[in-house]
């Protein structure tokens, strides 16, 4: 059950990520277990550092996530407070017209969780792109 539910939020915020967030937001941010935890959306993907904290499309318990672009494609997002060392992430590639993937490469913290994220044009080559990262513990 757990893998069609994974599944269905990977689809479903693949076409739909700000969609994606009022849904949870109107549902309490679903913070039971086995359940989405964290989230975020990276709407400003070519900027060095964001504070994705202020989005409306961003939940961490009211705890701040930040973003930093490390080089094109390359992503770190922090996530102060969660510990993320017992669940999933999973992250998609987010809007324009261009093919375009996102992967992560890893995550770890029990205080302060950290995700490195990485996007790839239809090339394979790495590239700035919307993406939204999903917690789910």
């Known amino acids: 059950m757990i893998k069609n539910q994974l599944f269905l939020l990977t689809v479903v915020s693949t076409l739909l990520a700000p969609s ?8 309490n941010h679903l913070t039971s277990k086995r359940g989405v935890t964290a989230y975020t959306w990276n709407s400003n993907p070519s900027a060095e550092n964001a504070n994705l904290g202020k989005s409306r499309y961003t939940f961490n318990s009211d705890r701040p996530v930040s973003r930093k672009r490390l080089s094109m494609g390359m992503y770190r997002v922090k996530f102060d407070g969660l510990n993320c060392g017992a669940g999933q992430f999973t992250v998609n590639a ?25 996007c790839f044009d239809a090339k394979g080559q790495h590239y700035d792109s919307q993406f939204n990262l999903i917690f789910i513990d």
Do not use: F, P, T
């Open 20 to 27: 994606l967030a009022n849904a949870i937001q109107a549902n």
């Open 94 to 118: 987010y809007g324009g017209q261009e093919y375009k993937s996102c992967r992560i490469g890893s995550w770890s913290g029990k205080e302060n969780c950290e995700v490195s994220v990485y």
